[in-house]
């Protein structure tokens, strides 16, 4: 993946009180403008699977969850609209039944 992690300089007692996450947060809510990313389809796969593992854990709840869920469910529609293969293996990835349990060493 091509992402770069820029550390940004800046007071954080200033920027991660309350107030200012909350408003920043509002903000966010706030804003209609779409947000566009590139990556492969391999790393939005990859992307998706962590996201259903999340949503698989049984103290995610709430609306962050519904969320990631909706989001993950529309991208792995998208991504896997023309391969039924890829289809089954997507949806099997949020069924428990289908976890295989592997031992470590």
């Not at 992402?3 to 954080?12: A, C, D, F, G």
Request: aromatic fraction near 6%.
């Amino acid at each position: 993946m091509n992402t770069k992690i820029v550390p940004v300089r800046m007071e954080t007692d200033m920027l991660l009180n309350k107030e200012n996450s909350l408003a920043a947060l509002e903000r966010l809510h706030k804003d209609p403008a779409p947000v566009q990313i590139k990556m492969t389809k391999f790393e939005l796969w990859t992307l998706l699977a962590t996201v259903q593992l999340a949503c698989r854990h049984p103290q995610f709840q709430g609306p962050s969850r519904v969320i990631a869920e909706g989001v993950a469910r529309q991208l792995g529609e998208s991504l896997t609209r023309t391969d039924l293969h890829l289809r089954a293996l997507f949806e099997a990835g949020w069924d428990w039944d289908h976890d295989e349990v592997t031992m470590r060493e």
